[in-house]
């Protein structure tokens, strides 16, 4: 999808002005970024999702988020949220956390039938040793606690411990992917979470998200307005070993001015290195075969290139793990 969405994306800028191609190449990259999508919630769901935590206050991204919420459920729908004083801090990933929150909403708002009564609350929350034993994957502490209530139609019991698989789903056919219950559970899981769902049929739903407590201050909320796409003339070194993704990388890098040099591997990489070719960036994926590792190619590149920069890519997070706790990781 990598490989698709990048060829087309140069494609486009080369259609200008031909408004019936330009459509065309559009609906491909909307298939693309639907499939990318689904591609992110499957990742979730097998917890394998990259993900950015830092440390956020729920209660102000819940307010934050109010507006948006409104929109997705209608006229019809009363929202009322409830922040408890005093609400610890968590550390997850807070595009995570609205996405989840976002998706209990639609869901929520489904179940009424556009008609009803929708609460958020946020709280803090103490799990003890009596609810872990009862729940085998919860470690007793304090957690912050976020749920979403609606007065919608409820969930037989039946198919309550079903709701959490993927593809699992009682709307019907075209109304949803089924994955929306299994990404909230994957990423609740892998930011060490809880997640517990009580339903009555006819009375409603009540789906809680239970984060581990940050006693760390909240971060700095950076605003990130979008800016237009500006290249230079320095020296790249790409290195990836799959060709087709090493190809359309290193054209649209060299369409923004940029010098590319290229390599399959890190060892190929190496070689380049010692040359004696002065090169500004190392840009590599982090999981590669042959005998060099990327970690260990950057060292190298560093020893010989004093000042040069590395920015390391990889589309899992578990390979980041192999960098020994690096932060210069981008996910692509």
Request: charged letters at 25%; aromatic letters at 6%.
């Amino acid at each position: 999808m990598q490989v698709i969405g990048a060829n087309l994306e140069m494609l486009s800028a080369e259609l200008a002005g031909n408004d019936k191609l330009l459509r065309r190449v559009e609906s491909a990259l909307q298939a693309v970024w639907r499939g990318s999508k689904l591609a992110s919630q499957l990742l979730a769901f097998a917890r394998r999702q990259p993900l950015s935590p830092r440390v956020i206050n729920l209660g102000r991204l819940t307010r934050n988020a109010d507006d948006m919420f409104r929109r997705a459920l209608g006229e019809g729908i009363d929202i009322e949220t409830v922040i408890a004083g005093g609400l610890w801090n968590t550390c997850v990933d807070p595009v995570q956390v609205e996405t989840a929150l976002l998706n209990l909403v639609i869901n929520a708002r489904d179940a009424m039938d556009g008609h009803g009564k929708l609460t958020i609350e946020a709280g803090n929350a103490f799990l003890d040793d009596n609810y872990a034993l009862r729940h085998a994957e919860v470690t007793p502490g304090q957690y912050v606690m976020i749920a979403v209530s609606d007065t919608g139609c409820g969930i037989d019991p039946e198919i309550l411990e079903k709701v959490f698989d993927p593809f699992f789903s009682t709307k019907s056919e075209g109304r949803g992917t089924g994955l929306g219950l299994s990404m909230i559970h994957g990423f609740d899981k892998q930011s060490r979470g809880h997640i517990k769902i009580y339903s009555e049929l006819g009375q409603g739903s009540t789906v809680r998200i239970y984060l581990p407590r940050s006693r760390e201050d909240e971060d700095a909320q950076v605003e990130s307005g979008a800016s237009p796409v500006i290249g230079g003339s320095e020296t790249i070194l790409l290195v990836e070993d799959d060709e087709d993704v090493r190809v359309t990388t290193a054209e649209m890098l060299s369409e923004l001015g940029y010098n590319v040099l290229r390599a399959k591997d890190a060892d190929s990489a190496l070689v380049i290195i010692e040359s004696g070719a002065a090169i500004d960036l190392l840009f590599t994926d982090i999981v590669m075969p042959g005998t060099l590792r990327a970690p260990e190619l950057a060292r190298k590149a560093q020893q010989k290139i004093p000042g040069i920069a590395v920015l390391f890519t990889t589309g899992y997070v578990e390979n980041a793990a192999l960098l020994g706790g690096s932060s210069g990781v981008a996910s692509i």
